[in-house]
């Protein structure tokens, strides 16, 4: 996967509009149809005590995650990569969708370094995300994170 193309496509997106909704919202429409065996790619938004859907491709998803739940609640709460091979081996892992196998999660952090979000990428093939793909799509995170407008 060449994830420099698609980090600068989002580049060009971002030099439009910064604010998230449309940003975060053609971010999850570049990495959904770019990256092969996805079911599900978007973003959960910090909101208060919990993440709350923000922009997604694929089906309809849990609106609620808890902090202390699931592979996105970790990401959040550890503000870490979660790089999971096989979600039913995660502890606490929320299966939006029944044909999820493999999960990676990125957070987004703001200027001050607080996490604002978390992007969530789901795939039926266990295995999905390897390293060199946690590589690119951090990639991708940072270019996400330098352009977006989390407010107005
Ligand atoms: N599986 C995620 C929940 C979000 S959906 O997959 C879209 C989790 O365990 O955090």
Known sequence: M??????????ALAREEGW?????SNAAALLYHALPDLNWAGFYLVR???????????KVACIRIRRDR????AAWRENAVQRVDDVHAFP??????????????IPLRDAEGRVRAVMD???P??????????????RFARALERAVAWDG
């Open 48 to 58: 208060g005590e919990e993440l709350i859907l923000g922009p997604f491709q694929g």
């Open 121 to 123: 990428l789901d795939s």
């Open 70 to 73: 699931g592979v996105c609640g």
């Open 2 to 11: 060449d994830y420099a193309l698609l980090t600068e496509q989002l580049e």
């Open 20 to 24: 998230y909704v449309p940003l975060l």
């Open 92 to 105: 606490g892992h929320i299966a939006c969708d029944g044909a999820s196998n493999a999960e990676i999660v």
């Open 125 to 138: 093939v266990l295995s999905r995300f390897t390293p060199q793909d946690q590589q690119g799509l951090e």
